[in-house]
């Protein structure tokens, strides 16, 4: 066979399999990133984990409920769902201390979800459970908190007024446990002063993390190219009738 038909088959081959490439190639450059903004009173840190139980990784961290503080684009694997953990410690002292959680987070794309259904997700009194973990501001061993909590007014409340970066409609929130609110949790008090308390929210995954199938004209294109080769490298090398007779001459 001419070497340019054998190229012309090396280069369908290349291409076809560039074609059966490009789905897993998207598939990889299209993972779900976890974003958010929040803060705390008085201080927190963020985790992610794949347990419920385990704290994770930590991702952010804040010491003055003053500002806010941002991660993004944090890659989450398709297929694997999530636990978003905080842990939010509440100074002490005397007269009124004040202590609440606020965020709102985003998912990239449909991938992943949170626990009310959507790719948006800011605190309130749905889609978290809280729960008191320690008095001072040493936390005690994780342990999955799993009581309700308490929205305690929009962003923009008093005595933290408007939070840059998140949400209008996110809710600062507490425990509603008694060691966690040993009076009625309100903006101005009620919660417990110099402890640590806990918050969780889940992050589930929608997608099947299985490769996506080549489609079937992806295939043939493929196993056209293999047959022609593979037909050329079987057949016989032929010698012209002319170079026969130039070597019968010699």
């Not at 290349?14 to 903004?37: D, E, F, I, R, W």
């Not at 007269?95 to 985003?106: C, H, K, L």
């Not at 794309?109 to 008095?135: C, K, R, V, Y």
């Amino acid at each position: 066979m001419p070497r340019t038909v054998l190229r012309l088959l090396a280069a369908t081959i290349v291409a076809s399999l560039a074609v059966l490439a490009s789905p897993l190639a998207a598939t990889q450059a299209q993972a779900t990133t976890l974003s958010g903004t929040l803060t705390a009173d008085n201080a927190f840190n963020a985790y992610l984990s794949a347990s419920a139980s385990t704290l994770g990784t930590l991702i952010a961290t804040g010491s003055d409920w003053s500002k806010s503080y941002s991660f993004t684009n944090l890659p989450l694997a398709a297929g694997q769902s999530y636990f978003l953990n905080i842990e939010a410690y509440n100074a002490g002292g005397s007269g009124v201390n004040p202590g609440a959680f606020i965020g709102t987070f985003t998912l990239s794309d449909t991938g992943l979800h949170f626990a009310n259904g959507t790719l948006t997700l800011e605190t309130g009194s749905t889609g978290w459970t809280g729960g008191f973990n320690a008095s001072g501001s040493v936390p005690k061993a994780w342990s999955r908190p799993a009581g309700s909590v308490v929205a305690l007014g929009p962003n923009g409340s008093s005595p933290w007024h408007t939070r840059p970066g998140i949400d209008a409609s996110a809710q600062w929130i507490w425990p509603g446990d008694a060691q966690s609110s040993p009076q009625t949790p309100t903006v101005w008090g009620g919660e417990c002063a110099n402890c640590m308390v806990d918050f969780q929210t889940r992050i589930l995954d929608s997608t099947s993390a299985s490769i996506p199938v080549p489609e079937p004209a992806s295939f043939a294109v493929f196993a056209v190219a293999l047959a022609g080769l593979a037909a050329a490298m079987r057949r016989p090398h032929r010698t012209s009738s002319a170079a026969r007779s130039v070597a019968r001459r010699g």
